[in-house]
């Protein structure tokens, strides 16, 4: 097991790693701080934003032309600031509405750990599924990746979404999708955080089914813990979601609120951001929730951990889901869900009414009826808490995804050195 593993020099790479939000980011940072626990030396190579990181895990920058920075998005840097051939490419992609970061990121490592090629034992892809990922390969060094689910379903749900010009905009948008499905299936091993996952990975990207293993996520319990039941707020639902992807399913979760408003005092919390004047912005309006509705980001673990504690129901309206960090953060909390039928939503949450309430991807009626019915039923709430608490310690912790994907990692180099030695 990974406890008695010969220590590892691992580089970590994430084409970008938003500490707080996104799962990118999430999973880099509780990964890499107990793979340090366990004893390894970790590097984490990272393009902006950088990822939060813990006391023995070294950060090594990747800076790109951080196009898509939210203070200053798809902003042209002046060519004083443009270091060389990547750079050109990042900004040449961005101006024909294309999005550079996994290819021009994965190119920068490959130079990266070219210089450096000797100071590693393995190299953990989280995600980039670049070219320069064969470059890595080329070079001898032992590879293994993370594909949390595959951007081709975010691509054909948002298509669908969309018209005319927009879709044309959206098609040049995802156009790196093809690239990570030429190197997914050319990649052994690949992780991945559910069966539901693994499935449509070997759909959408044609990777093959001995190639692909599952490790689920896990859950920081210090910050998300069950709080007493005086402190949930009465009437409050917490939702984590990006506010305009269709694929989160935002637009039903407000109309179900607005439906549940006609009849009872409620409040929805969302974590994440909205476009002033966006499509969501718009429809908060159009359903008159603008006082009702609110929007919180840029918060910690600690906080997030506080606010799904104060909530009667946490709910996750997906369309999509590869696996859910939030749903498993709010059972960490034993904080009732109800969550759609999607993805790997059901493998996460376990059998209707174990630790949430399933619904029908995009129902607005279903999903109105079982946030009211869970609202009005405090037997329900708490069974369904205690049966999401349970689940998560059986589960979901990050020490049992480390000490895994350490022991993937012992198989990767194993295999890579049984290959190199002469026969």
């Excluded at 393009?47 to 813990?54: H, I, N, R, S, T």
């Excluded at 049966?387 to 990767?412: K, M, P, S």
């Amino acid at each position: 097991m990974a406890d008695t593993l010969h220590p590892l020099r691992v580089a970590l790479l994430s084409y970008r790693s938003k500490p707080h939000c996104g799962g990118q980011g999430v999973y880099v940072r509780h990964l890499s701080r107990e793979l340090a626990a366990l004893g390894h030396r970790v590097e984490v190579f990272s393009g902006q934003p950088y990822p939060e990181l813990d006391d023995g895990v070294i950060l090594r920058p990747v800076p790109s032309l951080d196009l898509y920075n939210d203070a200053d998005p798809f902003r042209t840097p002046p060519l004083s600031a443009w270091r060389g051939p990547v750079d050109a490419l990042e900004v040449a992609t961005m101006w024909t509405a294309g999005f550079p970061e996994p290819l021009t990121f994965s190119l920068r490592a490959l130079a990266e750990l070219r210089r450096r090629r000797d100071d590693f034992d393995v190299v953990h892809d989280n995600q980039t599924l670049g070219y320069g990922m064969l470059g890595l390969r080329a070079l001898g060094l032992p590879l293994t990746t993370t594909i949390h689910h595959p951007i081709a379903i975010d691509r054909r749900i948002e298509l669908e979404s969309v018209k005319g010009a927009a879709k044309l905009s959206k098609r040049r948008w995802y156009g790196f999708v093809r690239m990570q499905r030429r190197v997914a299936r050319r990649l052994d091993p690949v992780i991945t955080v559910s069966r539901a996952s693994a499935d449509d990975i070997r759909r959408e990207f044609g990777v093959a089914r001995e190639h692909l293993r599952v490790i689920p996520l896990g859950v920081d319990t210090s910050c998300f813990r069950p709080v007493e039941p005086a402190a949930r707020v009465p009437g409050r639902i917490v939702a984590i979601a990006s506010a305009d992807s269709p694929l989160k399913g935002v637009g039903t979760l407000l109309r179900a609120v607005a439906k549940l408003a006609t009849e009872r005092e409620v409040g929805l919390t969302i974590v994440g951001r909205v476009n002033p004047g966006g499509v969501t912005d718009r429809l908060i309006d159009d359903l008159s929730l603008r006082g009702r509705v609110r929007f919180v980001s840029g918060i910690d673990d600690a906080e997030l951990g506080a606010l799904l504690g104060s909530a009667q129901v946490a709910v996750v309206p997906s369309l999509y889901e590869g696996f859910s960090l939030p749903a498993v953060e709010a059972m960490a909390c034993a904080t009732p869900l109800v969550v759609s039928r999607a993805g790997a939503l059901p493998e996460v949450v376990g059998a209707d009414g174990e630790a949430a309430l399933l619904v029908t991807p995009g129902d607005v009626e279903d999903l109105a009826a079982r946030l009211g019915a869970l609202l009005d039923d405090p037997e329900l709430r708490a069974r369904l808490g205690s049966g999401g608490w349970r689940r998560v310690q059986e589960r979901f912790t990050w020490r049992a995804v480390a000490v895994a994907t350490a022991d993937c990692y012992a198989q990767t180099v194993t295999r890579a050195r049984t290959r190199s030695a002469p026969s």
